[in-house]
């Protein structure tokens, strides 16, 4: 399933169309990060990718503690990391995102808001089963329940209808062949050089 409209301008100050975030959204193990590292490989001029996986990465190879004792610690991080790269001078910014948190979604779209940045939301529809089996698959699974949570909160933002702009809705293999151009949005200069 794919679906797609035009990148729009944000509400507010003029901003620069060139000024742009773009939101990975999708559950654990959807293929966002495998997404966006394949799209992005080790960079793109004026583009800056926001993972969580990063700074998990960076926490699983350097501390001696189990994972869900820092994992408090790697989201606040992240969540900083997400907002300074939002506020920040980067052209595009390019966030992994599980995009299912209510209070967090705003936080994030006020923030590219005050920025005057366009905003872009490509959504990985994965079911749950499939999103699972891609935990597997990395080597990292989260608890049962709080993938249910996550299920549950996706499917009523789904559900609800992701808010008016640039949206695009991809299932697994529309990911696949998605191109850089495709996520950036075609009027991004990042996606016309790349």
Same mark, same amino acid.
């Given at each position: 399933?794919?679906?797609?409209? #035009?990148?729009?301008? #944000?509400? $507010?100050?003029?901003?620069?169309?060139?000024?742009?975030?773009?939101?990975?959204? $999708?559950?654990?193990?959807?293929?966002?990060?495998?997404?966006?590292?394949?799209?992005?490989?080790?960079?793109? #001029? $004026?583009?800056?990718?926001?993972?969580?996986?990063?700074?998990?990465?960076? %926490?699983?190879?350097?501390?001696?503690?189990?994972?869900?004792?820092?994992?408090?610690?790697?989201?606040?991080?992240?969540?900083?990391?997400?907002?300074?790269?939002?506020?920040?001078?980067?052209?595009?910014?390019?966030?992994?995102?599980?995009?299912?948190?209510?209070? %967090?979604?705003?936080?994030?779209?006020?923030?590219?808001?005050?920025?005057?940045?366009?905003?872009?939301?490509?959504?990985?529809?994965?079911?749950?089963?499939?999103?699972?089996?891609?935990?597997?698959?990395?080597?990292?699974?989260?608890?049962?329940?709080?993938?249910?949570?996550?299920?549950?909160? %996706?499917?009523?933002?789904?559900?609800?209808?992701?808010?008016?702009?640039?949206?695009?809705?991809?299932?697994?293999?529309?990911?696949?062949?998605?191109?850089?151009? $495709?996520?950036?949005?075609?009027?991004?200069?990042?996606?016309?050089?790349?």
């Amino acid at each position: 399933m794919t679906s797609t409209l #035009p990148t729009t301008a #944000p509400e $507010g100050r003029g901003a620069d169309a060139a000024r742009t975030l773009v939101v990975v959204g $999708g559950l654990p193990g959807s293929g966002k990060t495998t997404m966006v590292r394949r799209l992005l490989g080790d960079g793109v #001029p $004026g583009v800056t990718a926001v993972d969580s996986e990063d700074v998990a990465a960076r %926490w699983r190879t350097s501390a001696r503690v189990p994972y869900r004792f820092v994992r408090p610690f790697v989201h606040a991080r992240h969540r900083v990391r997400v907002l300074r790269a939002t506020a920040g001078p980067a052209p595009v910014v390019v966030l992994a995102d599980p995009w299912t948190s209510r209070w %967090w979604r705003p936080v994030v779209l006020a923030t590219a808001r005050r920025a005057g940045r366009a905003v872009r939301l490509v959504l990985l529809d994965v079911s749950a089963g499939d999103a699972a089996e891609g935990q597997r698959i990395r080597g990292r699974r989260i608890p049962e329940g709080r993938m249910r949570r996550h299920d549950a909160r %996706w499917a009523r933002y789904l559900a609800a209808g992701p808010p008016p702009g640039a949206v695009l809705v991809l299932d697994r293999p529309g990911a696949a062949r998605l191109s850089l151009a $495709g996520l950036l949005g075609p009027a991004s200069p990042a996606a016309a050089a790349g």
